[in-house]
C-alpha cells in the first residue's frame, strides 16, 4: 500500500516534497514492522538523502530520519554498519539537541545495544549502565524507555556471561511492567520472553521451555502470531529450549515449522530466519541425520556470508560448524 502511495506522490509532488517523504518514512516502518528490516534501510537510505536536501543536516526531522536508518541495517544483520552511523547521529543529536533530549538518550541506547550485538557484551553494559542512570533521572522509573534500556542492560549482562544475574532483573522488569502497561503490551511479553530466555541459559530448560510456551500463545493472541521480533523469536528460544530438555524430535518439528514460516512472512535472508535455519539444521544433526544438517549448513554459510558479509559473528559460527562438522 505505501509502495503505492510513495509512486503516486513523487509522480504528483515530486520527490522532495513533504508529504512524498513522510510516506517514504511509513513505507520503511511498514517493512521494518513485518521483519523486512535491510529493505526498510534502503528505503531509509533514501529517505536520508532527501531530507538532507529538503530540511537540513540539524533538523529533528533528518536526524530521526538517519537514527532510524542506522536501526534498520543493525536489525537487518548488519550491527557493525548500524552501531558506526548511530555514533554520528549520537554526536549531532547531542550537539543540537543537548545530552538531555529524550532524541539523544534513544541514540545513546540503541548505539550500546547493537554495539552488543557485534559482541561487544560488557561495553554495552557499561554504556547502557549510564543510558539507565540518565533516563531515570530525566525521564522517571516508570517511563516506558527506563523500562526499555533496564531489558536491554539485562540482555547484555545475560549474553556477557551472568544469565542468573539477567533473569532475576527480567524478572523485576516483568512485574513492573505487567503494573504499569498491562500484561498484553509488548514490552511486557518481550521482557518476559528474555526472562524466559535467560532461565534457559542458567541450564533450567523445563521451565525455560514452560515459560515460552506461555509467552508464544500469549504474543501470539496479543500481537499476532506473524510478529516477526516477539512471536517468531519466541518460538524460536522455545524450540531451543525444547531441545535443550531432551526432546530433539518436537524440537525438529517445532524449528522446521519456524523456518517455514520466517522465509514466508520475513523472507530468506532476515537474520532470525537464518538463526531459525541454524537451529534446525543443529538438531537434524544432534537427532543423526549429519548429512542432511550438512547440506543445510553448507547453503546457510552461503547465505550469511552473502547477507552478513564475511566477519559478522554468525557467519563465522556457522563456517565453523560445518569445518568441525567435515571431519
Known amino acids: 500500500m505505501f509502495a503505492q502511495l510513495v509512486a503516486?506522490?513523487?509522480?504528483?509532488?515530486?520527490?522532495?516534497?513533504?508529504?512524498t517523504m513522510l510516506a517514504l518514512h511509513y513505507h520503511a516502518r511498514a517493512l521494518g514492522e513485518a521483519g523486512r528490516h535491510l529493505?526498510?534501510?534502503?528505503?531509509?537510505?533514501?529517505?536520508?538523502?532527501?531530507?538532507?536536501?529538503?530540511?537540513?543536516?540539524?533538523?529533528?526531522?533528518?536526524?530521526?530520519?538517519?537514527h532510524d536508518h542506522a536501526c534498520y541495517l543493525a536489525r537487518g544483520g548488519r550491527p557493525q554498519e548500524g552501531a558506526q552511523l548511530l555514533r554520528t547521529v549520537l554526536a549531532d543529536r547531542s550537539r543540537v539537541l543537548g545530552p538531555d533530549d529524550p532524541d539523544t538518550l534513544s541514540a545513546r541506547n540503541n548505539y550500546a545495544c547493537y554495539l552488543g550485538e557485534t559482541g561487544q557484551y560488557k561495553e554495552a553494559v557499561r554504556l547502557l549502565e549510564e543510558v539507565l542512570r540518565d533516563r531515570l533521572r530525566v525521564l522517571g522509573v516508570d517511563h516506558p524507555r527506563s523500562m526499555n534500556t533496564r531489558r536491554h542492560h539485562a540482555r547484555f549482562l545475560g549474553r556477557s556471561?551472568?544469565?542468573?544475574?539477567?533473569?532475576?532483573?527480567?524478572?523485576?522488569?516483568?512485574?513492573?511492567?505487567t503494573r504499569l502497561l498491562g500484561p498484553d503490551h509488548p514490552d511486557t511479553l518481550f521482557a518476559r520472553r528474555d526472562h524466559a530466555r535467560f532461565v534457559g541459559d542458567t541450564g533450567d530448560h523445563d521451565r525455560a521451555a514452560e515459560l515460552l510456551s506461555k509467552v508464544v500463545v500469549d504474543s501470539s493472541r496479543a500481537a499476532g502470531g506473524e510478529h516477526p521480533d516477539l512471536t517468531?523469536?519466541?518460538?524460536?528460544?522455545?524450540?531451543?529450549?525444547?531441545?535443550?530438555?531432551?526432546?530433539?524430535?518436537?524440537?525438529?518439528?517445532?524449528?522446521?515449522?519456524?523456518?517455514?514460516?520466517?522465509?514466508?512472512?520475513?523472507g530468506n535472508d532476515n537474520i532470525d530466519t537464518l538463526l531459525?535455519?541454524?537451529?534446525?539444521?543443529?538438531?537434524l544433526a544432534e537427532a543423526?541425520?549429519?548429512?542432511?544438517?550438512?547440506?543445510?549448513?553448507?547453503?546457510?554459510?552461503?547465505?550469511?556470508?552473502?547477507?552478513?558479509?564475511?566477519?559478522?559473528?554468525?557467519?563465522?559460527?556457522?563456517?565453523?560448524?560445518?569445518?568441525?562438522?567435515?571431519?
Open 8 to 19: 503516486e506522490h513523487k509522480h504528483r509532488l515530486g520527490p522532495d516534497h513533504h508529504d
Open 39 to 66: 529493505e526498510a534501510a534502503s528505503v531509509m537510505a533514501e529517505l536520508v538523502r532527501r531530507s538532507q536536501h529538503a530540511l537540513g543536516a540539524d533538523d529533528r526531522g533528518a536526524l530521526l530520519i538517519r
Open 161 to 177: 556471561g551472568d544469565p542468573a544475574r539477567a533473569a532475576h532483573l527480567l524478572a523485576e522488569l516483568v512485574e513492573d511492567s
Open 232 to 266: 517468531l523469536v519466541s518460538r524460536r528460544y522455545h524450540a531451543m529450549n525444547v531441545a535443550a530438555s531432551g526432546d530433539s524430535a518436537a524440537a525438529i518439528v517445532l524449528l522446521d515449522m519456524l523456518r517455514q514460516d520466517s522465509v514466508q512472512l520475513c
Open 276 to 283: 531459525a535455519r541454524r537451529e534446525h539444521a543443529l538438531q
Open 288 to 327: 543423526g541425520d549429519r548429512d542432511l544438517a550438512i547440506v543445510l549448513i553448507r547453503q546457510l554459510a552461503v547465505d550469511c556470508e552473502r547477507v552478513l558479509g564475511a566477519d559478522h559473528p554468525d557467519t563465522q559460527g556457522v563456517a565453523a560448524l560445518l569445518d568441525a562438522w567435515r571431519y
